[in-house]
């Protein structure tokens, strides 16, 4: 199973980006879906997770300016980023974990200037 991340790139601040992510097959039943990100020089951090039944969770940082949703029919995963600022600049994963183990897109690259 493959999981196809796209939606990165280069933005102004202030701008927003939608990034998906979409197995390629059915992963049904999934337990969650969440996506982290990666800056340069920095661990990879957890931004949201989406749980089965929809409920949301958020890492502090990002309450407010990004919001995930889910869509375990197609195995996706999706992330609504507004008011990107130029710390927000990192690789974006998302993870799909359907009660089984965890699979991991390949990454996209997100990019913001200032």
């Known amino acids: 199973v493959q999981l196809q991340a796209s939606g990165g790139g280069l933005v102004q601040a202030g701008e927003s980006l939608k990034l998906s992510c979409v197995a390629s097959?059915?992963?049904?039943?999934?337990?969650?879906m969440a996506w982290y990100r990666q800056a340069p020089g920095k661990q990879r951090e957890l931004v949201a997770r989406?749980?089965?039944?929809?409920?949301?969770i958020y890492a502090g940082p990002f309450k407010g300016r990004f919001t995930i949703s889910g869509d375990d029919a197609k195995s996706a995963v999706y992330l609504q980023m507004n008011s990107l600022k130029s710390e927000d600049t990192a690789v974006y994963y998302c993870?799909?974990?359907?009660?089984?183990?965890?699979?991991w897109g390949q990454g996209t690259l997100v990019t913001v200037s200032s």
């Open positions: 097959r059915s992963l049904l039943p999934v337990a969650a």
């Open positions: 989406w749980l089965s039944g929809g409920s949301t």
């Open positions: 993870n799909i974990n359907p009660h089984s183990r965890d699979y």
